[in-house]
């Protein structure tokens, strides 16, 4: 007896009503259609936005060179690495501090102001990372 297979779609990661993260409470073996209920916590990674997890892609398939990213979204540099900055925060990493722009807060906080301002972080994400800078 064969089991007719669903249509697969990406796991939700925010409540269509209010926005809240959503958790996962039940998981089925595709092979036998065993499921198990309980509180699961999701790896990182499926906390990602759609738009996230592309940039998470490219900058992969790129091995990590902005320059490569730049070309195949079409996005200049401090773009790039808004949008790097914004996947760290949202994966809950906090950016590695590079040495020769350590005493440059004033420019971090800019950078965080104009994430926040185009859209790339929550108000709580540039809150957090504001909070962070030493």
């Not at 996962?24 to 996230?52: K, M």
């Not at 790097?84 to 005493?103: C, F």
């Given at each position: 007896?064969g089991r007719?297979?669903q249509?697969s779609h990406?796991?939700p990661?925010?409540?269509?009503?209010c926005?809240g993260?959503?958790?996962?409470?039940?998981?089925t073996?595709?092979?036998?259609?065993t499921?198990?209920?309980?509180?699961f916590?999701?790896?990182?990674?499926?906390?990602l936005?759609?738009?996230?997890?592309?940039?998470?892609?490219?900058f992969?398939?790129?091995?990590?060179?902005?320059?490569g990213?730049e070309?195949?979204?079409?996005i200049?540099y401090?773009?790039?690495?808004?949008?790097l900055?914004?996947?760290l925060l949202?994966?809950?990493l906090?950016?590695a501090v590079i040495?020769e722009?350590?005493?440059?807060l004033?420019q971090?906080?800019?950078e965080?102001l104009?994430m926040?301002?185009?859209?790339?972080?929550?108000a709580?994400?540039a809150?957090?990372k504001l909070r962070q800078?030493?």
């Amino acid at each position: 007896m064969g089991r007719t297979m669903q249509k697969s779609h990406p796991q939700p990661t925010r409540c269509p009503i209010c926005s809240g993260k959503l958790v996962v409470t039940e998981v089925t073996c595709e092979d036998c259609g065993t499921s198990i209920r309980g509180h699961f916590l999701p790896n990182r990674f499926a906390q990602l936005e759609g738009e996230q997890l592309h940039f998470l892609e490219v900058f992969l398939r790129n091995r990590g060179m902005l320059a490569g990213v730049e070309r195949e979204l079409g996005i200049s540099y401090p773009t790039a690495r808004n949008k790097l900055d914004a996947l760290l925060l949202a994966l809950g990493l906090t950016p590695a501090v590079i040495p020769e722009h350590n005493g440059n807060l004033a420019q971090q906080r800019r950078e965080i102001l104009d994430m926040l301002e185009q859209g790339q972080i929550t108000a709580e994400e540039a809150a957090r990372k504001l909070r962070q800078l030493r």
